[in-house]
């Protein structure tokens, strides 16, 4: 039986092959990993290779075909590893899609094969020092003179940053445009453009394996067929994919979630103070009866959520009420799950204290919860 009802047995199957995969090839590494501050690109060739790169690229550009489930699982998959992996989701559930969506046949042709074998690594750049949740005040702009934009500004808390060889960037094309999302267009600029450099990688709270970075442009001369979709309308393509983005970060709080009910669970069990297993304290109990509750809960919305969006149904309100409970609840977990952990939790070598670190900035990323309930107030009519 798969974790979810509209599991078939083909996916349960790839459920297993990927984290038997994933404890191999993964799982032993990560701690090297988040010493050295980077995924190494041969991993991410390795999951090209394997097929867990983009599988819902047609199969004309390389890749499989198959539908949101398989994203959900893979997903899955790396976040119980750890949260580092997060980048693969963003090439493979965010990035890609805009490239799938609104890019050329010459684009798709050019840019697809190279996602799902690991060639490429995709990163988008939105972000910047002055800019966040507020995206039409980007200072960005992008210039056209001939057949080419001169990109000149600079973007922060770039995923994938560093790895990143394709970067979607979010550009001003019209300066005076009001209101001013209209004058926001798409471009994805290449490694080894003229005028693209970046910055220092950033070093993070958590999520250490995860590369971030600043990225700078110069006088950036990027051919005009870099263009994704028309002038003007990055925007809509941007509001058009962020209820999937938002989705994928519900998903990945709430996979951290159950990871951390679990281990604490087994812990509780093997762990003793005054003669018996802490587990065996009513205070224990309730404390992990309650996150249980929690976790359960926060499965089943999930569950229609991921079902409603396989449909192709608009759940943008949903969706950010996921996105913010199920960040904010995988917070309280984190703190509750060390709490239990007593001292140990605090140890580095415990994977309660990675976690701790890591989860916070998903209530951040994808949109703020602050930016989530504003969506959902005005969703109600507020």
């Known amino acids: 039986m798969g974790k979810y009802r509209f599991e078939t047995d083909e996916h349960v199957m790839f459920r297993k092959s990927l984290r038997k995969y ?23 060739r390795k999951l090209g290779e394997m097929g867990y790169l983009c599988p819902q690229v047609k199969e004309v550009y390389g ?5 949101f489930r398989y994203a959900v699982i893979i997903g899955e998959e790396l976040e119980r590893v750890g949260a580092s992996l997060t980048g693969v989701g963003l090439h493979n559930d965010i990035v890609v899609p805009y490239i799938e969506a609104y890019g050329t046949e010459q684009q798709k042709s050019r840019w ?32 056209k003179k001939g057949n080419h934009y001169v990109v ?15 970067i979607l960037v979010a550009v001003k094309t019209d300066t005076k445009a009001d209101p001013r999302h209209r004058g926001i267009s798409l471009i994805m600029i290449e490694e080894g453009t003229p005028g693209f450099t970046r910055g220092r990688k950033l070093n993070k709270v958590g999520m250490h394996a995860q590369d971030t970075a600043e990225l700078f442009f110069e006088d950036c001369l990027v051919p005009v067929d870099n263009l994704i979709g028309e002038e003007g309308k990055g925007f809509t393509y941007l509001m058009e994919k962020l209820q999937q983005e938002r989705l994928m970060v519900a998903i990945s709080a709430q996979t951290a979630s159950e990871d951390m009910v679990d281990m604490t669970l087994t812990y509780v069990k093997s762990r003793k103070a005054f003669g018996k297993p802490i587990g065996a304290f009513q205070n224990t109990q309730f404390k992990l009866v309650e ?29 950010s009420m996921a996105k913010y409970w199920l960040t904010e609840t995988a917070k309280k977990i984190s703190g509750e799950c060390l709490q239990l952990h007593g001292g140990y939790g605090y140890m580095e070598e415990y994977k309660i204290a990675r976690r701790y670190r890591d989860i916070p900035v998903a209530s951040i990323y994808a949109g703020s919860n602050e930016i989530m309930k504003v969506i959902v107030a005005k969703k109600m009519g507020l």
């Open 63 to 67: 890749g499989l075909e198959t539908d």
């Open 152 to 166: 000149n500004g600079s973007k922060t808390f770039i995923t994938n940053g560093i790895n990143g060889d394709l």
């Open 112 to 143: 697809l094969p190279g996602c799902v074998t690991g060639q490429h690594i995709t990163a988008i750049a939105m972000t910047e020092p002055g800019a966040g949740s507020d995206l039409a005040a980007i200072q960005t702009t992008a210039e």
């Open 291 to 319: 996150m249980a509750t929690e976790v359960e809960l926060g499965h089943s919305f999930l569950e229609s959520l991921i079902e409603d969006h396989l449909a192709g149904k608009e759940i943008v309100s949903k969706v």
């Open 22 to 44: 994933l404890d191999k090839e993964a799982v032993p590494q990560y701690e090297k990993w988040e010493e050295d501050r980077l995924i190494p690109k041969s991993f991410w």
